[in-house]
C-alpha cells in the first residue's frame, strides 16, 4: 500500500521560507515522478513542482525564481523549499506520485495515482 508521509507547512509570515518534506513508501519510486499540489477552498488542486526519477523538474509559474526542490532516490524522498512566501500561498500541500513514463504531465492532478493527506500553509502577517 502506497503511504507518503508529509512534514513542514504551518503558520508563516510573507518573506519566510517554506520547506515541505515527503517520503513515499509502499511503492518503487524509481517508477515515479514525485511532487507537491496545492489546494484552496472553491478552486481546484493545481501542481505545484514535481520531480522525475531521472531528475526532471517541472514547476509551476507562480514558483519560479522562489523553488528548491531535492529529490533523494536512496531514501524515497522529496524536499522542496519556497522562498518569499506570500499571502497567495495559502493552501492545504499535497505530496503526490504519478507514473514516471508520463513524467511530462506531472503537474497534472489527473495522473496523480497516490495522495498524501495533506498539511496547512497559512501566510499571514
Known amino acids: 500500500q502506497v503511504h507518503l508521509e508529509e512534514s513542514g507547512g504551518g503558520l508563516m509570515q510573507p518573506g519566510d521560507s517554506l520547506r515541505l518534506f515527503c517520503e513515499a513508501s509502499g511503492l518503487i519510486l524509481d517508477n515515479f515522478a514525485i511532487g507537491w499540489f496545492r489546494q484552496v477552498p472553491g478552486k481546484e488542486r493545481e501542481g505545484v513542482a514535481c520531480?522525475?526519477?531521472?531528475?526532471?523538474?517541472f514547476k509551476a509559474e507562480f514558483v519560479k525564481g522562489r523553488l528548491t526542490t531535492s529529490r533523494d532516490n536512496a531514501k524515497d524522498t522529496l524536499t522542496i523549499e519556497i522562498n518569499n512566501l506570500k499571502p497567495s500561498d495559502t493552501a492545504v500541500y499535497y505530496c503526490?506520485?504519478?507514473?514516471?513514463?508520463?513524467?511530462?504531465?506531472?503537474?497534472?492532478?489527473?495522473?496523480?495515482?497516490?495522495w498524501g493527506q495533506g498539511t496547512q500553509v497559512t501566510v499571514s502577517s
Open positions: 503526490a506520485v504519478s507514473p514516471q513514463i508520463s513524467v511530462n504531465r506531472c503537474l497534472d492532478p489527473t495522473y496523480v495515482q497516490a
Open positions: 520531480v522525475g526519477s531521472r531528475g526532471s523538474l
